[in-house]
């Protein structure tokens, strides 16, 4: 049993050091790891796209709308791989597509297209008159029509963003890099400048942050015990931040949790200050319900001071993914665990 679950709070010779080392240990990082997501395109659906899409254009060397358009009707995944050739964002897209084109095509427009095509990523698509497809078409004919157009000179001071090595001079850089394929030392330029994973981190943010309130879900749930989750910046009587969870809710509350995963310090010393400020509020309303603070990444790890005061704040019911299975037994909430 962890040493900080039995430890007393109440004494004030109680050595932190050990209670921190503790914590501590059971942090780890999360940047290797990430939620794969349901719209996630392994390499081998990518690269069906890709051979899609060069057979249509003649291994790139007729690269119209109407090549293009009839490569994402066989598979869908080839509008993805067109614009990660483009090395747009889909906003981006979307804003090229509106300025070149009589079709608007809005953010939320775009990133609902690319997410639709990840999702049924070879399932054939036919496009006909519908709005959304009318979009896809104009965007694939902006595509087509600055792809075509390459990397113009530009003043010295800015860089174009088709000067990459497989669209620089237009269509014939594509046409190389699909022939002869592209140096080692390339490939890794092209990646030092995107980030591995970037697209995908991004598209997946929320879900990596909710990796903890997952986490805590899934025990409560398991223990049958009944819980209120709060929503981002909900009003609850009687906080002025409302927890992230109260149980069995805030009409008579038993305990109190704050779930956070950060690999900031800056944030992770924010979540210590909200707990704070619970267990403030509750002392000073004469409460007796549990302050629980769930936490996970090398965020919590950085400063020892912060996780004294996360401790004293709690009590030493700081649970990391690691104890998460405790967080009933060691808590309030075993009051309610009807399992």
Known sequence: ????????????????????????????????????????????????????????????????????????????????????????????????????????????????????????????????????????RAMIEAGVKILLEGAKPTIPTLLHRLDKADTKEGI???????????????????????????????????????????AVKDVLTDGKVSFRETKRAERI?????APDFIIPDEFNPVALIEAKLTEDDGTARDKVARVQRLRTLRDEAGHGYDVIACIAGRGFKVRREDMRRLLQATDGKVFTLTTMHLLIDQTRIREYRSR
């Open 1 to 136: 049993m962890p040493l900080r679950f039995d430890a007393d709070y109440e004494d004030p010779s109680l050595s932190f050091d050990p209670l921190v080392d503790e914590v501590f240990a059971e942090l780890k990082s999360s940047f290797l790891e990430m939620p794969r997501g349901e719209g996630f395109i392994d390499y081998a659906t990518f690269e069906r796209g890709y051979q899609a899409l060069k057979r249509a254009t003649g291994d790139f060397e007729t690269v119209t709308p109407a090549t293009v358009e009839s490569a994402v009707a066989e598979a869908p995944i080839s509008f993805i791989v067109f614009r990660t050739i483009l090395g747009f964002t889909p906003p981006e897209w979307a804003y090229i597509t509106t300025e070149s084109t009589d079709v608007p095509v809005d953010q939320g427009a775009t990133r609902s297209i690319d997410r639709n095509m990840r999702m049924h990523p070879l399932t054939p698509r036919p496009l006909r008159v519908l709005l959304t497809d009318q979009r896809i």
């Open 172 to 214: 014939k850089s594509v046409e190389a890099a699909a022939d002869l394929g592209l140096p080692y030392p390339v490939v890794l330029y092209e990646r030092f400048l995107g980030r591995p994973f970037a697209s995908h981190r991004d598209s997946v943010s929320e879900l990596v942050g909710e990796v903890v309130e997952s």
């Open 237 to 241: 009587t009687g906080f002025d931040q």
